[in-house]
């Protein structure tokens, strides 16, 4: 069965997956995660977004394994933006999380579509 993007970033949150109250702020904060990893050639070319619980993660990284490393990466990303630890050392903890998650993820990306900068444009 495929995972709902929206109520697996939820039960990471530590919110119930029927629980509906938070669901605008943080439907609006995965979509800013989805922004930037579209920023960094993860996900589809024209940019992804959700309304609801319905997309799930196979509608937006598809079944490459490799690629499971975006669903933390969302989770991490949002939990910042959403319900920030009150210590500094787990905030820098989670960034170091996701700066490691993002080089790694433009690393897999680059080893499926690289492109080269250097292409002469006639």
């Not at 990893?37 to 394994?65: K, R, S």
Request: aromatic fraction near 10%; hydrophobic fraction near 40%.
């Amino acid at each position: 069965m495929a995972e709902s993007i929206l109520t697996s970033v939820k039960k990471v949150l530590g919110i119930a997956a029927d629980y509906d109250a938070f669901d605008p702020d943080i439907v609006m904060h995965i979509n800013s995660v989805f922004s930037t990893l579209n920023d960094l050639g993860i996900g589809p070319v024209d940019g992804y977004m959700i309304e609801d619980a319905t997309p799930t993660w196979d509608a937006f990284i598809g079944t490459t394994l490799p690629l499971n490393a975006v669903k933390s990466y969302v989770c991490f990303r949002v939990r910042l933006m959403f319900d920030p630890p009150q210590t500094s050392y787990m905030i820098s903890a989670l960034e170091n999380q996701i700066k490691e998650l993002e080089w790694r993820l433009n690393t897999q990306r680059e080893n499926v579509s690289w492109t080269d900068p250097n292409i002469e444009v006639e």
